[in-house]
C-alpha cells in the first residue's frame, strides 16, 4: 500500500480556515500585550491607529488572494517573491516568515503559563514572567502545541473553533460592559466618552511614534497569512484560502476597533492607575482592567477568570496556529530544494510535516530560555516589538510580488492594474516603510527594555529590538550562502521560473523526497 505523501487536502472549510487565519493572531493576547504600548506612543488617537494599521493588513490580504489563486503553495512569499524578485529574495522572504514566528513563541508561552497561575489563584507566580515556574510550564505549553500540530491539521482546526469561540465572547462582553460603565459615568480619572478627536491621525505627537504605533498595531493584526499558509489543506485551495484572508483581515479591524475604544474611554491613556499607558501594566491590559471593569462580587470574579482563562486560550491558541505555517513554510521550501530534504517528510499517519514541525517546536524551547534568562528577561519583550521588522519585510514583499508578477496584464485590463498591482504594491511600500523605519530608530539603546553594549571599541549601545529584529534577519544572510553551496539548484534558479505558473500547474510533489 502506497504511503501518503502530501498534506491531507480537503480538510478545512471557508469557516474553518477563517479560524484559523483569526486564530493565529491571538486577539486578545494580542491585545493585552500590546495596546497599551499603542497607547503609550500615541495617547488618544490609539483608535485611529488601528484603522490605519488595517489599511496595509487588507491591500496586502488582496495580493495573497490574488497569488494563491494562480499557485495555492504552503510557502506562500517564499515562492511568490522567488517567481518575482529571484531566489535570495525569495529565501529571504522565507526566512522572515520563520524569524517572526520563532521570536514570538517566547512571549506567547510566558503569558500562557502566567495566566494559568493567575486562573489558579497562583498570584506570585504569575506576576512574575522570570520565575521557574512560569519558564517550566511555558515549556509544557510549547511542547504540547506542537504535538497538536503533528496530530493533524483537522485536530488544530476543531481545538482553534472552540478556543476561538471563548475568546470572541469574552472580548465582546469586557468591550460592552466597560461601554456601558463609561455611559454611567464609573470610570476611572482622565476616562470618559469617545470622541472624533480619537480618529484624528494629525493629533499625534511625531512621525516616529506614529511609525512605531503602526507597526505595533500591525504585530496585533498579524498571523492572518495562517489561512493561506494551510492552503493545501483547505477545500477549494485557489479561492479558500484568500478569501479566508481578506475575511479575517474585516473580523479583526471591527473586533480591534471596539474593543479599543471601549478599553480607552474607560481607564483613560494616564500613566497611574487604571490609565493604559501606567508603565504597571502597560503590556497587560486586560488583566489590569478585568477587576474594574467585571466587579468584585460572584458574578464578576466569575468573568475576570473567564477573562484570565481567555487571554491563555488566546496565546496558546495563538502558540499552536503559529507553529502551523512555519512547518509548512519550510515543509515548501524543502519540496522545492531551498532546505534540506527532511523538511519536506510528511508523515504516513497524520499527514503533517513532522520533522519541519518538531525542528520548529525545539528551536521554540530553546529560544524561550534563553531570553527569559537574557537580560532579566526583557528581551522578551522586545522580541514583541523587534517582530514588526520581519513582519513588515515579508508582507511587504508579498504585496509587491503581486504587483510586478501580474504586470504584463496591466496594459489590457484596468481592473487587475487597480487590483493586482496598485493596491498590493502600494500596502507592500507601506509596510517595508514602516519595518525600515524601525529598523534604523530601534538601534539607539533607549528604543527598547534592553540593550546590548559592544565590549570593544567603538564601545556601542545598540537596542535589544535592533539585534532581535534586524540581526536575526541578518542571519540568514550566511544559512543562504551555506545553502547555495551544499544544494545549489534551487539558488542558481534552476528550480522556480521567474512568472507565475498556469494554473494547472501544482506545487512540486513530495513523493520525490524520502517520507516518513
Known amino acids: 500500500m502506497t504511503e501518503p505523501s502530501t498534506l491531507r487536502s480537503g480538510a478545512l472549510s471557508l469557516a474553518s480556515s477563517v479560524v484559523i487565519g483569526v486564530a493565529s493572531t491571538g486577539p486578545a493576547y494580542s491585545i493585552t500585550a500590546?495596546?497599551?504600548?499603542?497607547?503609550?506612543?500615541?495617547?488618544?488617537?490609539?483608535?485611529i491607529i488601528v484603522v490605519l494599521a488595517f489599511v496595509p493588513m487588507l491591500l496586502v490580504a488582496i495580493g495573497y488572494r490574488d497569488l494563491n489563486a494562480v499557485e495555492p503553495d504552503p510557502g506562500t512569499t517564499f515562492v511568490w517573491a522567488t517567481r518575482a524578485f529571484g531566489p535570495f529574495t525569495g529565501w529571504m522572504a522565507g526566512w522572515a516568515i520563520v524569524v517572526s514566528d520563532l521570536l514570538v513563541m517566547a512571549s506567547l508561552a510566558q503569558i500562557s503559563s502566567q495566566y494559568t497561575f493567575l486562573l489558579i489563584g497562583a498570584q506570585g507566580i504569575g506576576a512574575d514572567p522570570t520565575s521557574p515556574w512560569v519558564l517550566l510550564l511555558g515549556i509544557v505549553y510549547l511542547v504540547v502545541m506542537t504535538l497538536v500540530a503533528v496530530a493533524g491539521i483537522d485536530v488544530s482546526a476543531r481545538l482553534q473553533s472552540w478556543l476561538l469561540a471563548v475568546e470572541f465572547l469574552m472580548l465582546v462582553l469586557f468591550a460592552v460592559v466597560a461601554l456601558v460603565r463609561v455611559v454611567f459615568g464609573n470610570v476611572s480619572t482622565g476616562a470618559g466618552l469617545p470622541t472624533w478627536e480619537w480618529f484624528n491621525p494629525f493629533a499625534i505627537g511625531s512621525f516616529n511614534d506614529f511609525v512605531t504605533a503602526l507597526l505595533l498595531m500591525v504585530f496585533i493584526y498579524w498571523g492572518w497569512d495562517s489561512a493561506v499558509s494551510v492552503n493545501q489543506e483547505t477545500v477549494d485551495p485557489r479561492r479558500t484560502p484568500g478569501r479566508s484572508a481578506v475575511l479575517s483581515t474585516i473580523t479583526l479591524v471591527a473586533l480591534y476597533l471596539l474593543v479599543t475604544v471601549a478599553a480607552q474611554a474607560f481607564a483613560g491613556i494616564g500613566e497611574e492607575g487604571?490609565?493604559?499607558?501606567?508603565?504597571?501594566?502597560?503590556?497587560?491590559v486586560l488583566g489590569a482592567l478585568g477587576t474594574a471593569v467585571f466587579g468584585e462580587g460572584p458574578i464578576g470574579s466569575v468573568l475576570v477568570h473567564l477573562l484570565f482563562l481567555m487571554v491563555l486560550t488566546s496565546a496558546a491558541a495563538s502558540t499552536q496556529t503559529t507553529i502551523l505555517p512555519t512547518a509548512r513554510t519550510t515543509y515548501s521550501m524543502a519540496l522545492h530544494h531551498a532546505l534540506p530534504q527532511a523538511f519536506g517528510r510528511i508523515d504516513p499517519r497524520f499527514r503533517t510535516p513532522v520533522f519541519a514541525t518538531v525542528v520548529f517546536g525545539a528551536l521554540s524551547v530553546l529560544l524561550y530560555v534563553a531570553l527569559n534568562f537574557a537580560s532579566g528577561g526583557r528581551l522578551i519583550a522586545d522580541a514583541v516589538t523587534a517582530i514588526g521588522i520581519s513582519i513588515g519585510v515579508y508582507y511587504g514583499l508579498t504585496g509587491l510580488s503581486c504587483a510586478w508578477l501580474y504586470r504584463r496584464q496591466y496594459a489590457s485590463d484596468t481592473r487587475a492594474l487597480v487590483?493586482?498591482?496598485?493596491?498590493p504594491?502600494?500596502?507592500?511600500?507601506?509596510?517595508?516603510?514602516?519595518?525600515?523605519w524601525m529598523a534604523v530608530a530601534s538601534w539607539q539603546a533607549d528604543y527598547g527594555d534592553s540593550a546590548w553594549h559592544l565590549p570593544f571599541p567603538p564601545h556601542w549601545a545598540v537596542g535589544g529590538v535592533f539585534l532581535l529584529g534586524v540581526g536575526t534577519l541578518l542571519l540568514g544572510i550566511p544559512l543562504y550562502v551555506l545553502l547555495a553551496?551544499?544544494?545549489?539548484?534551487?539558488?542558481?534558479?534552476?528550480v522556480l521560473a521567474r512568472k507565475l505558473p498556469q494554473p494547472s500547474e501544482r506545487i512540486i510533489e513530495s513523493d520525490a523526497l524520502p517520507r516518513g
Request: with cysteine.
Open 34 to 47: 500590546t495596546l497599551g504600548l499603542v497607547v503609550a506612543a500615541v495617547g488618544l488617537q490609539a483608535p
Open 274 to 284: 487604571l490609565g493604559l499607558a501606567n508603565p504597571a501594566h502597560v503590556d497587560d
Open 419 to 423: 487590483m493586482k498591482g496598485i493596491l
Open 425 to 436: 504594491a502600494l500596502g507592500g511600500c507601506m509596510l517595508l516603510f514602516a519595518a525600515a
Open 485 to 494: 553551496k551544499a544544494m545549489p539548484p534551487f539558488f542558481r534558479g534552476e
